[in-house]
């Protein structure tokens, strides 16, 4: 099987990433998600495919990221617990190894209830917490969850999320020590709007001794007005953002507030870069992938980096 992937040779040869989100397409047609995927390329490192985000129904994150690979674009998988059992999940899983997917993020998922089918039913068969262990015994032990022995172990490097911003704060370091412990190699973080907050919690992790073990990726939205900086702050569960942002915005003229909400997420995005254990960042800007490029260019992370073919990949990470 192939090596570690790319993203995980970078942040392990000390390189600040990027990473961004891809749109969820409905589209049976693969041009669909090559053309926004296209957008990206040279601009960010990987390119996280999304699971049935906000829990309404879009391409699965497994073809989105093989269609991917397909066209030499680094994916991250997401998966969650809430669509899938024990069985489907390492189906899944082994299949995105087979077809060439490296990175993947682990997580419960956003509830039903959120979603366009709220009658559907949860699955929740496993934690998240669980399926990091079993991605994570995939691949160093080469068994399934059952025991059984693989013929070939996958080779994955496994992500995890965790929101520095849901209470109790205090205890959102010790669950991501738990997801740590569990087998996860790199955090990409709820959207951080709060830089203080959030230099709180990396304070925390940096306490427990976590940044020398794991690679954290604070997550920075683009805000493309003041209606959708509203609707985060009100709207999204978890989520904090601040009331001076919002009335940044609204303060804008309507015709300047994307521009403005550039130069918002690269303000974010330079002050996230100066606390202790940032690894890199994953920009997100819904269904606004220039605005990811416009973001990345702005901050002066272009060109990305290449590793030389003699770099050491190591570390404790």
Not at 111 to 139: C, F, K, N
Not at 254 to 281: H, T
Request: net charge neutral; hydrophobic share 45%; charged share 20%.
């Amino acid at each position: 099987m192939p090596g570690p992937s790319r993203l995980a040779e970078l942040l392990r040869d000390g390189r600040f990433v990027v990473t961004a989100e891809l749109t969820s397409t409905n589209s049976a047609d693969p041009e669909a998600t090559w053309r926004l995927a296209e957008v990206l390329r040279g601009s960010v490192d990987a390119v996280n495919c999304t699971d049935n985000t906000g829990a309404h129904v879009h391409m699965s994150s497994l073809a989105a990221a093989h269609l991917l690979v397909e066209k030499g674009i680094e994916p991250i998988m997401q998966l969650t617990v809430r669509d899938r059992n024990r069985l489907a999940l390492q189906a899944d899983l082994l299949g995105a190894a087979a077809l060439g997917v490296r990175n993947i993020v682990l997580m419960s998922g956003d509830d039903v209830t959120v979603g366009d089918h709220p009658e559907a039913r949860r699955i929740y068969d496993i934690d998240s917490m669980q399926l990091i262990e079993v991605a994570a015994g995939m691949r160093d032990r080469g068994t399934y969850l059952s025991g059984r022995t693989l013929d070939q172990a996958p080779s994955f490097f496994i992500g995890a999320v965790e929101n520095p911003f849901a209470p109790p704060l205090e205890f959102r370091p010790l669950r991501l020590q738990k997801k740590v412990r569990a087998g996860a190699d790199f955090i990409q973080t709820q959207l951080v709007f709060d830089v203080p907050l959030f230099a709180r919690f990396m304070s925390m992790v940096g306490d427990l001794g976590l940044t020398d073990k794991v690679f954290i990726i604070p997550s920075i939205g683009i805000p493309r007005s003041a209606r959708g900086a509203r609707f985060m702050r009100e709207k999204v569960p978890g989520l904090h953002v601040p009331d001076s942002l919002v009335d940044r915005l609204e303060k804008t003229p309507p015709a300047r507030q994307s521009q403005e909400g550039i130069q918002i997420a690269v303000e974010l995005l330079n002050a996230v870069r100066q606390i202790p254990g940032v690894a890199g960042v994953h920009l997100i800007g819904i269904k606004w992938e220039e605005g990811v490029v416009q973001v990345a260019e702005a901050a002066g992370l272009l060109p990305r980096p290449t590793l030389s073919p003699l770099a050491t990949v190591g570390g404790s990470r």
